[in-house]
């Protein structure tokens, strides 16, 4: 193999190895977005319900916790006020 067709080898496996990157980060992103809009629709159906805004936080944090900080689940909370 010559010098140019190791050039062209390595470019080509670097550039692949960048999509399964992109593809894997932007999976997780799906993700995290995904639990986002449930944590979403969660306190939405817990203000109907008049549960306070502790009480829910409280919740949703034992539920999500290892998915989502707290500072996310509180974010949400506030925009759903």
């Known amino acids: 193999m010559s010098l140019e067709e190791k050039i062209m080898d390595r470019e ?17 992103e799906g993700k995290t977005e995904s639990k986002i809009e449930d944590v979403s629709s969660l306190i939405k159906r817990l203000k109907k319900l008049n549960i306070d805004s502790k009480t829910i936080t409280s919740s949703v944090h034992e539920d999500y916790d290892s998915e989502l900080p707290l500072s996310t689940i509180n974010r949400i909370l506030e925009k759903e006020l």
């Not at 670097?14 to 999976?27: D, I």
């Open 12 to 28: 080509v496996t670097a550039r692949l190895e960048g999509k399964k990157e992109g593809k894997a980060e932007g999976r997780a």
